[in-house]
């Protein structure tokens, strides 16, 4: 089977592709060096001819839509969903590598404030592995959700990530904290009912990192 990453260099597409080259598939990163521009447009409707669509978007994109960013993806999603290619959209929560912004957008001096809303942030493995499942599977023309095994509220998670480096920042609680600039509350980046959950633990992904 041919399947075309779109965006297969970053963080979830280069482990795609690599996955799906290791299950004998050709898997192709679409860039501007394989003559695939997405700005522009040119060579995508060559290289997706035929093609089913599997997005990945961000659990929460309909519930933030003060945020430019959730805006987008949101449109994102109502675009395939209007095409007439057959479609899955897996929406996920954060990334656990995504704390290292998360604590940058919310650092003031030797403190870090962040909002006490609860989130359940996902190893990037965990994603890839449900991406390639839904890619190799009939598209289910349905958006479905993948988090962490793990609730954990946003400051807790800083603070374990920065107690694991050895930083010695204070992270400061703020139950109206901001996120990106976007209120938030304890349902706000959180899976609903049925939503796929990964096995590994913020403290497997933690144990990773002291092991680099």
Same mark, same amino acid.
């Not at 280069?14 to 799906?20: A, H, I, K, M, T």
């Not at 965990?126 to 479905?144: F, G, S, Y």
């Not at 509350?185 to 609903?192: A, E, K, Q, Y």
């Given at each position: 089977?041919?399947?075309?990453?779109?965006?297969?260099?970053?963080?979830?597409?280069?482990?795609?592709?690599?996955?799906?080259?290791?299950?004998?598939?050709?898997?192709?990163?679409?860039?501007?060096?394989?003559?695939?521009?997405?700005?522009?447009?040119?060579?995508?409707?060559?290289?997706?001819?035929?093609?089913?669509?599997?997005?990945?978007?961000?659990?929460?994109?309909?519930?933030?839509?003060?945020?430019?960013?959730?805006?987008?993806?949101?449109?994102?999603?109502?675009?395939?969903?209007?095409?007439?290619?057959?479609?899955?959209?897996?929406?996920?929560?954060?990334?656990?590598?995504?704390?290292?912004?998360?604590?940058?957008?919310?650092?003031?001096?030797?403190?870090?404030?962040?909002?006490?809303?609860?989130?359940?942030?996902?190893?990037?493995?965990?994603?890839?592995? #449900?991406?390639?499942?839904?890619? &190799? @599977? $009939?598209?289910?023309?349905?958006?479905?959700?993948? %988090?962490? +095994? !793990?609730?954990?509220?946003?400051? #807790?998670?800083?603070?374990?990530? &920065? @107690? $694991?480096?050895?930083?010695?920042?204070?992270?400061? %609680?703020? +139950? !109206?904290?901001?996120?990106?600039?976007?209120?938030?509350?304890?349902?706000?980046?959180?899976?609903?009912?049925?939503?796929?959950?990964?096995?590994?633990?913020?403290?497997?992904?933690?144990?990773?990192?002291?092991?680099?």
């Amino acid at each position: 089977m041919k399947i075309v990453v779109i965006g297969g260099t970053g963080l979830i597409g280069s482990r795609v592709v690599s996955g799906l080259k290791a299950l004998g598939h050709e898997a192709v990163a679409a860039s501007p060096n394989t003559g695939v521009n997405t700005l522009t447009g040119q060579g995508l409707a060559e290289v997706l001819a035929g093609a089913d669509h599997v997005a990945l978007s961000v659990v929460g994109t309909d519930r933030l839509t003060s945020s430019g960013y959730f805006r987008a993806k949101l449109a994102q999603e109502a675009l395939i969903k209007a095409s007439p290619t057959p479609w899955t959209i897996l929406r996920s929560t954060q990334f656990f590598p995504f704390v290292a912004g998360i604590i940058q957008s919310g650092s003031v001096g030797d403190e870090v404030h962040l909002s006490s809303a609860m989130v359940q942030p996902v190893a990037a493995e965990d994603v890839v592995e #449900a991406l390639i499942e839904l890619v &190799l @599977a $009939a598209p289910l023309n349905d958006t479905i959700e993948i %988090a962490g +095994p !793990e609730p954990i509220r946003m400051d #807790a998670f800083a603070r374990e990530y &920065l @107690a $694991a480096q050895e930083d010695r920042r204070t992270v400061v %609680a703020e +139950p !109206e904290g901001l996120y990106f600039g976007s209120v938030i509350d304890d349902g706000s980046l959180t899976p609903g009912p049925g939503s796929r959950i990964g096995r590994i633990t913020l403290e497997d992904w933690l144990r990773t990192l002291s092991a680099d």
